[in-house]
């Protein structure tokens, strides 16, 4: 078989090219090309020296590449009658969404896209979630959440995309500096399960002074139910019973979210 080789890459470069990714993702950056996805890619080896990828890369950062080239980047050599550069394309086209999939795609989902065999789907998926732990990093680093914004804005990369709804708590200690949070339940596509013990025994357990409670919707509309209001109301006054102080429950919805307390509803 009759391949197209690019240079190893290390850790460091998997990290890049994820963050590049994950940026691409939050602001959705749909790679332009794919309404080109009929013409005939040509072979890295083939384009000037100063068009190649890698070579690009090096002189005009990660920054500069398209989406493609990332990925092609990533992929590192094609397979018989498709260069990397044609991998990547298939990769960005294989749902609508375009790049935007790659943040909830499976490895085993990448690996049944023609070219892209385990290997190389592990790749892709670890260099999404190095961007996505490095993305959350970047805002937990501030310790500190001066508005329900600034916590939504620490989830919703983390959220908005699953298919499932997931409720987590995020702890905080007496001078407001953020402890740690937790997933406590994941549910059906319309509804998790809370319970109260799981949701306050992590916060318990470190001593935490207050909990911020956050979960999503998959359908993207933060607006909340009946049984999220009753929810909350029943954690709150748990939370009372406990001596935890429950200061806000957030609802994230693509790209959205609610705000309990700034809602007027506990």
């Given at each position: 078989?009759?391949?197209?080789?690019?240079?190893?890459?290390?850790?460091?470069?998997?990290?890049?090219?994820?963050?590049?990714?994950?940026?691409?993702?939050?602001?959705?950056?749909?790679?332009?090309?794919?309404?080109?996805?009929?013409?005939?890619?040509?072979?890295?080896?083939?384009?000037?020296?100063?068009?190649?990828?890698?070579?690009?890369?090096?002189?005009?950062?990660?920054?500069?590449?398209?989406?493609?080239?990332?990925?092609?980047?990533?992929?590192?050599?094609?397979?018989?009658?498709?260069?990397?550069?044609?991998?990547?394309?298939?990769?960005?086209?294989?749902?609508?969404?375009?790049?935007?999939?790659?943040?909830?795609?499976?490895?085993?989902?990448?690996?049944?896209?023609?070219?892209?065999?385990?290997?190389?789907?592990?790749?892709?998926?670890?260099?999404?979630?190095?961007?996505?732990?490095?993305?959350?990093?970047?805002?937990?680093?501030?310790?500190?959440f001066d508005s329900p914004d600034d916590i939504a804005l620490f989830f919703m990369e983390d959220l908005r995309y699953e298919k499932n709804e997931r409720f987590k708590v995020l702890m905080f200690n007496v001078r407001g500096e953020m402890m740690g949070r937790e997933l406590i339940s994941v549910g059906s596509?319309?509804?998790?399960?809370?319970?109260?013990?799981?949701?306050?025994?992590?916060?318990?357990?470190?001593?935490?002074?207050?909990?911020?409670?956050?979960?999503?919707?998959?359908?993207?509309?933060?607006?909340?139910?009946?049984?999220?209001?009753?929810?909350?109301?029943?954690?709150?006054?748990?939370?009372?019973?406990?001596?935890?102080?429950?200061?806000?429950?957030?609802?994230?919805?693509?790209?959205?979210?609610?705000?309990?307390?700034?809602?007027?509803?506990?």
């Open positions: 078989m009759k391949t197209v080789e690019l240079p190893l890459i290390d850790g460091s470069t998997v990290a890049s090219y994820g963050i590049i990714l994950l940026d691409r993702l939050l602001w959705d950056d749909l790679d332009k090309g794919l309404n080109e996805r009929t013409r005939i890619m040509p072979r890295i080896k083939e384009l000037p020296q100063s068009e190649r990828p890698r070579e690009r890369l090096i002189s005009h950062g990660a920054g500069a590449l398209s989406n493609q080239e990332l990925l092609a980047l990533l992929i590192g050599s094609g397979v018989k009658g498709e260069s990397a550069m044609a991998l990547a394309l298939n990769v960005l086209g294989h749902t609508d969404e375009g790049i935007a999939w790659l943040r909830i795609a499976s490895s085993e989902e990448l690996s049944r896209i023609t070219g892209i065999g385990a290997a190389i789907a592990c790749r892709i998926s670890a260099a999404v979630e190095l961007g996505k732990r490095m993305s959350e990093n970047r805002v937990a680093e501030r310790i500190r596509i319309s509804s998790s399960i809370v319970d109260a013990r799981e949701v306050f025994r992590p916060a318990v357990r470190r001593g935490a002074a207050s909990v911020v409670l956050v979960h999503n919707h998959p359908s993207g509309d933060p607006s909340p139910s009946p049984q999220d209001i009753d929810v909350t109301v029943r954690l709150v006054d748990a939370g009372e019973v406990l001596g935890v102080k429950v200061l806000d429950h957030l609802i994230i919805g693509n790209g959205c979210f609610t705000s309990f307390r700034r809602k007027g509803l506990m």
